[in-house]
């Protein structure tokens, strides 16, 4: 799918409270962004916002985080972010190959909802659980690695259940078919509304890598 450009979507976005102009100054101190201690979680390809806005809402006692790689699409979030206060919240526009650079033993939980999936062999180390980005996400967690991934393509599911059993992960969930077996707290995104609409099974997994960190 072709993204629409919008113009001036960077000076936008800029304009937005909940906009981290300079993210990579905060690396390891992620903490200042909220005035807390509270858990942070990242989605890592936020689109149009409504999973982590709606996370954020029902969970006031957890920190959250979005990154989106175009600022295109963050103006969709910040326009939907105008009216709403959320002192939970932030997005950063940058590129998730710099995950590493960005944050250090902070994060707790990592979504990964409908990610490209970059489904060329020789892209496959673009897809957001391939053996590089497990390697990156190993130095942003606080502790044990955390990484809860829905989508609607069989082949990218099957390669990460592969990838992430490979490098040490326990699944503590694998759906098939989210909607068969719907769980109260779930929260959809916007692709997931659509291909559900369109009667397209869902995939989830929840995966842990159980880390002693040593500092």
């Not at 999936?117 to 659980?129: D, E, G, S, V």
Request: glycine residues 4%.
């Amino acid at each position: 799918m072709r993204l629409r450009n919008i113009k001036g979507a960077q000076n936008i976005i800029s304009a937005s409270e909940y906009l981290v102009l300079k993210p990579m100054d905060y690396r390891g101190k992620m903490r200042e962004l909220f005035g807390n201690d509270n858990d942070i979680e990242i989605e890592i390809g936020m689109g149009k916002g409504d999973f982590l806005i709606n996370k954020a809402i029902k969970n006031p006692h957890k920190n959250f985080i979005g990154i989106e790689k175009y600022a295109s699409v963050l103006v969709k979030v910040v326009k939907k972010l105008s009216d709403i206060k959320l002192n939970n919240l932030k997005i950063m526009n940058f590129d998730a190959n710099m995950i590493d650079q960005i944050f250090d033993k902070e994060v707790t939980k990592v979504y990964l909802n409908f990610s490209d999936p970059w489904p060329k062999k020789k892209h496959a180390n673009r897809r957001l659980t391939s053996p590089i980005f497990l390697s990156k996400y190993t130095e942003i967690f606080k502790k044990d690695c955390i990484i809860e991934m829905k989508t609607d393509n069989q082949n990218l599911f099957s390669y990460s259940l592969v990838t992430l059993s490979q490098n040490g992960y326990i699944f503590s969930k694998v759906k098939l078919d989210l909607y068969a077996n719907l769980d109260d707290e779930n929260i959809a995104t916007e692709y997931e509304r659509k291909f559900n609409s369109l009667g397209l099974p869902i995939y989830q997994l929840l995966a842990i890598h159980k880390f002693d960190k040593k500092k």
